[in-house]
């Protein structure tokens, strides 16, 4: 059984591309530059582009299960070649954002919803992961630590249940390699919730690095993500964080349930990438 996973210079892909070959089932690892992959010896590369759909025929020749991501532009088309193909199996790293009560006219949730709903009207068998936040997301702060300056937090309250990317890949390996667990929708998170300040205390403790939280306005949030981020998506953000802002985020036992461990913890995280939230000397 052949499975073609997208998005492989990402941490998920990566992640997931490795475990499937450790555990010797057959993998293809798929990139939009696969080139620029680094990959486990005997682990073929392929182009795959979600944007471009005449690299999807020769990506999914003889592919039985996919691992996408989700990129709503040409779905139909991916899907309609990956029938071609012949594949049975999709799963999808979608998004707990899903899971908001109007998520087609919700800016962080439109696209996996649009993704989950061509795939659920597709004969294929799908498979949703729902993760919600990422441990990875931390990552937005490092360069706030490693030159000491404060970290900028609209709501330092709002609460989140990081999940670490590993789990995620697990959580993937588990419903690509067990026919029982496929055709089901996972919510996955991290195993305990956690306010944004207390995991910037986390990252603080981990890397020796103090830092301070500074509460700036939603506004000033805004103004300074303008070259990082669209509109839309920094007000969805904050439209977010208003309804999570001191209320204790959902935790599932969905990682456990896939791949019979509990799901690792931040401090596991925090401790892991120490190094890239350590002050420079
Ligand atoms: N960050 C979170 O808290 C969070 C929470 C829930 C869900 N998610 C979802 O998880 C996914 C990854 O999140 P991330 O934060 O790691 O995102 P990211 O760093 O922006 O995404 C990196 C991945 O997206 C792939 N990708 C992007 N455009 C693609 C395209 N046109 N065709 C094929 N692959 C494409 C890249 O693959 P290549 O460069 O190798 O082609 C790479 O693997 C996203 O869909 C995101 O919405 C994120």
Redesign the pocket.
């Known amino acids: 059984m052949l499975t073609l996973v997208?998005?492989?210079?990402?941490?998920?892909?990566?992640a997931l591309a490795a475990l499937l070959h450790q555990g010797g089932h057959a993998v293809r690892a798929?990139?939009?530059?696969?080139a620029?992959?680094s990959l486990p010896t005997g682990v073929p590369a392929v182009a795959?582009?979600?944007?471009?759909p005449a690299t999807f025929p020769a990506a999914l020749e003889g592919v039985d299960s996919v691992f996408l991501?989700?990129?709503p532009?040409h779905i139909d088309a991916f899907l309609a070649a990956a029938q071609a193909a012949g594949v049975r199996h999709i799963v999808l790293?979608?998004?707990?954002?899903v899971l908001v009560p109007d998520p087609a006219s919700n800016p962080?949730a439109a696209?996996?919803h649009a993704v989950e709903q061509a795939l659920t009207a597709s004969p294929l068998t799908t498979t949703l992961l729902?993760?919600?936040?990422?441990a990875?997301?931390a990552y937005q702060w490092s360069g706030a630590f490693r030159s000491g300056h404060s970290v900028d937090l609209p709501y330092p309250r709002s609460e989140g249940a990081?999940?670490h990317?590993t789990d995620i890949a697990e959580a993937a390996l588990a419903v690509l390699t067990d026919p029982a667990l496929q055709g089901a929708a996972y919510h996955l998170t991290g195993p305990e919730s956690l306010g944004a300040a207390e995991q910037v205390a986390v990252l603080a403790s981990a890397s020796g690095s103090p830092v301070t939280v500074n509460a700036v306005s939603p506004a000033a949030w805004k103004e300074a993500m303008a070259p990082f981020m669209p509109e839309a998506i920094a007000d969805g953000l904050l439209a977010y964080w208003v309804l999570t802002d001191g209320a204790p985020a959902e935790v599932t036992g969905d990682v456990e349930k896939l791949t019979g461990r509990p799901a690792r913890t931040f401090d596991s995280w925090a401790a892991e990438h120490a190094a890239a939230f350590r002050a420079r000397t």
């Not at 997208?6 to 990566?14: E, I, K, P, W, Y």
């Not at 790293?93 to 954002?97: A, E, G, K, R, V």
Request: proline share 7%; hydrophobic share 25%.
């Open positions: 997208t998005g492989c210079r990402g941490r998920v892909g990566s798929a990139s939009r530059n696969p620029g992959l795959c582009d979600l944007g471009d991501y989700a990129e532009a790293l979608s998004s707990s954002s962080v696209s996996h729902r993760p919600g936040a990422f990875t997301n990081p999940i990317e």
